[in-house]
Nanobody
């Protein structure tokens, strides 16, 4: 079955960096568009970034220029490099795919605090 396992979250200070990873299994990873979403307390889940094989990455306006999504099809892994983190980036970050059907990982907590 489809499995998405996130890692790399943590507690850091404003201005720091984190790299999230998502290990995927149970489907043909190279065919899938991979996405990151996030959900802050008492807020709705929101789109963060997306990468499809052979296409330009897409980003939410709030993270453009600070976050970079990438993928390694040989390792079935998608990454989210997050730089210059802000307190407003604090959230649970989810790895998501819509191929072969919508699937979500369990999430990894990212907390930005001084």
């Amino acid at each position: 079955q489809v499995q998405l396992v996130e890692s790399g979250g943590g507690l850091v200070q404003p201005g720091a960096s984190l790299r999230l990873s998502c290990a995927a299994s149970g489907f043909t990873f190279s065919k899938a568009a991979m996405k990151w979403y996030r959900q802050a307390p008492e807020k709705e889940r929101e789109f963060v970034a997306e990468i499809a094989s052979g296409a330009s990455p897409k980003y939410a306006d709030s993270v453009k220029g600070r976050f970079t999504i990438s993928r390694d099809n040989a390792k079935n892994t998608v990454y989210l490099q997050m730089n210059n983190l802000k307190t407003t980036d604090s959230a649970i970050y989810y790895c998501v795919t819509d191929y072969p059907f919508w699937s979500w990982g369990q999430g990894t907590q990212v907390t930005i605090s001084s």
